[in-house]
């Protein structure tokens, strides 16, 4: 297919999966009708953490069914949804447990709701706490119902089965990596630069890329040999992605990623650059600049460059490319179909495509 005939396809299972989340959210919304207008809120709150997105998870279940020859569209448009879901569970309760009250320059669930708090006139402890508190619900009624979606698919047994294992891998492997994340974040020493890459593998390449595919290969009634081959290919591509993303919370454009390329430094991240930079001697210059709540954009250009000359910027680039070149190379496999290759590699190239 050319470019234009991926975009069309693309798009098609975009609008599936939109689909059963419309369906999902006005069923919930009218059954909480029943419990109150503030209910209904929430529900019309969590529902608008979901639209927008680029239904990234979703395209990787649905990609793997359909090479792989499934044809009940619908059935994967759920197991893609449940994914879907699940990311939103997941970046709710990240947010609450990094006290962000903003994503992507608005204000997320916590964020709206202690605002509207404030402005009722409560003081800040308090507005805050309403704010965590509702996104704390939002996020369980997403959690939880990203299961009931794989239920609902209306598929054998044996493969529900199957995927609700699938989910739980995703689930229990995303919440070991936000634990580590959290240790990260409180603890004075930087990581060494494997420890920070087996963290982003469980926190987010698990049920990104690893879960979503291996799903979608489940489903499309795949070998074991398959679907252990997509685990891999999942493992590798999403460890490439999540460096190029910290690369680009650093030395990416705002205009196009839609995120500040401060936050990461002010927040003192533990990522592949910064884990690097401490083994230079140029490390002494930006030490105590990583982590600076007030870091002005002038220190954050002088971060930048030194994170540039001592090196760690092409060192993470070159290791985003290997990881990237190995999840190719599990693509070579004899026992991986062309359709699913032909899928498979346009994903490598845009992942590694985002940083030149």
């Not at 798009?11 to 919304?29: G, I, M, N, P, T």
């Not at 979901?50 to 499934?70: D, H």
């Not at 509207?116 to 704390?136: L, M, N, Q, Y």
């Not at 936000?178 to 060494?192: A, K």
Request: net charge negative.
């Amino acid at each position: 297919m050319d470019g234009s005939q991926l975009l069309a396809v693309s798009q098609e299972r975009q609008a599936q999966v939109d689909a059963v989340l419309e369906r999902f959210f006005s069923l919930s919304k009218n059954r909480a009708a029943a419990f109150g207008p503030q209910y209904v809120q929430l529900w019309e709150a969590l529902e608008s953490n979901t639209i927008g997105g680029k239904r990234f998870r979703p395209r990787m279940v649905m990609a793997a069914y359909q090479a792989l020859g499934g044809t009940d569209i619908e059935a994967a448009a759920y197991v893609g949804a449940a994914f879907e879901l699940l990311h939103t569970a997941l970046i709710v309760h990240d947010d609450v447990i990094d006290h962000d009250f903003s994503r992507r320059g608005v204000p997320n669930i916590s964020g709206s709701y202690r605002d509207a708090a404030a402005a009722s006139g409560s003081s800040e402890r308090v507005a805050e706490h309403s704010g965590i508190s509702a996104a704390v619900i939002a996020g369980d009624l997403a959690l939880f119902n990203s299961y009931r979606l794989i239920d609902r698919t209306g598929v054998a047994d044996v493969t529900r089965s199957r995927l609700l294992e699938v989910m739980d891998d995703a689930l229990f492997a995303s919440a070991a990596g936000e634990l580590i994340d959290v240790d990260f974040s409180i603890n004075f020493d930087m990581p060494r630069v494997d420890d920070i890459l087996h963290m982003e593998r469980l926190k987010t390449a698990v049920y990104s890329f690893e879960c979503p595919l291996q799903a979608g290969a489940i489903l499309a009634g795949a070998s074991e040999e398959v679907v252990a081959t997509l685990g891999d290919f999942g493992r590798e591509i999403g460890i490439a992605y999540q460096i190029v993303d910290d690369l680009l919370g650093v030395f990416g454009l705002e205009a196009e990623t839609g995120k500040t390329t401060v936050g990461d430094l002010r927040e003192g991240k533990r990522t592949v650059l910064v884990s690097y930079a401490t083994s230079t001697p140029e490390w002494a210059t930006i030490g105590e600049l990583i982590g600076k709540a007030d870091l002005s954009d002038a220190e954050a250009d002088s971060v930048r460059a030194v994170l540039t000359s001592c090196g760690a910027k092409s060192f993470a680039e070159g290791l985003a490319r290997y990881y990237g070149n190995r999840a190719l190379a599990r693509l070579a496999e004899p026992h991986i179909p062309p359709a699913l290759r032909a899928e498979l590699h346009p994903v490598a190239d845009a992942v590694l495509g985002r940083v030149k």
